[in-house]
């Protein structure tokens, strides 16, 4: 794996050029059902003249996560050529992994480019983003895309309190309350509560992130 790894990072400092346009994903969040061989998302290198190192894998959704995370990413490494695109497969190792709720995890994409050619013996680290990988056992109760609509919401002093009955995970897009947007509202696991500091009051509207990327409509309550 070294020598591969050192085989690659050699091909690529062969190359220099300034960065521009760069990695594009083909979506922001990955559905992984069980039952099924893999999960895939397309990385497409946009730029017209730059190719880029393009590392990833999976980690747990908390940094103080040690457990092993039961999910591989092929290709861990690659080069991608100008104007060209690839897929990151993701496959399912067999660990254990609650059955009655989704779990999630990230996968990380770092794209490295070329140095300037005054500088061609390092590489530039440009972007590392994340996306949620959404394991999704079979069975379970209800829609995904109902999920949004079920969360309720109660005051308890200045906390706001969202609970979630389903087994999905819900992201918001928006959460405000007496029309008081709360910033970052993040997002609420399965089966449990979550809470935010409030100042104001009135009524709680919401809208949330789909399993393809797009914003719900909006409710309240």
Same mark, same amino acid.
């Given at each position: 794996m070294k020598q591969l790894i050192t085989a690659v990072m050699t091909s690529f400092l062969l190359f220099s050029a300034t960065a521009s346009a760069g990695i594009v994903m083909g979506g922001t969040r990955i559905i992984y059902q069980q039952g099924k061989r893999e999960a895939a998302i397309s990385v497409t290198n946009m730029d017209t003249h730059i190719p880029y190192l393009v590392q990833s894998w999976v980690e747990n959704i908390s940094a103080d996560d040690k457990r092993p995370v039961p999910f591989v990413v092929t290709p861990p490494l690659f080069r991608l050529d100008p104007e060209q695109e690839n897929v990151l497969r993701i496959s399912y190792t067999g660990a254990a992994l609650p059955a009655d709720r989704e779990s999630v995890f990230w996968l990380s994409v770092k794209n490295i480019?070329?140095?300037?050619?005054?500088? +061609? $013996?390092?590489?530039?680290? $440009?972007?590392?983003?994340? *996306?949620?990988? *959404?394991? @999704?056992?079979?069975?379970? +109760? %209800?829609?995904?895309?109902?999920?949004? @609509?079920?969360? +309720? *919401? +109660?005051?308890? %002093? $200045?906390?706001?309190?969202?609970q979630n009955p389903t087994p999905y995970h819900v992201s918001f897009y928006t959460l405000s309350m007496g029309g008081t947007a709360i910033p970052e509202p993040g997002m609420i696991a399965p089966l449990a509560t979550k809470t935010w500091g409030i100042t104001g009051s009135g009524p709680v509207t919401w809208r949330a992130i789909n399993d393809s990327g797009g914003i719900t409509d909006t409710a309240q309550q």
């Open positions: 480019s070329p140095t300037q050619k005054d500088d +061609t $013996n390092k590489l530039q680290i $440009n972007v590392k983003s994340k *996306f949620k990988v *959404f394991w @999704r056992p079979k069975g379970l +109760t %209800g829609e995904a895309k109902d999920a949004w @609509r079920q969360i +309720t *919401f +109660t005051r308890h %002093g $200045n906390q706001l309190v969202a």
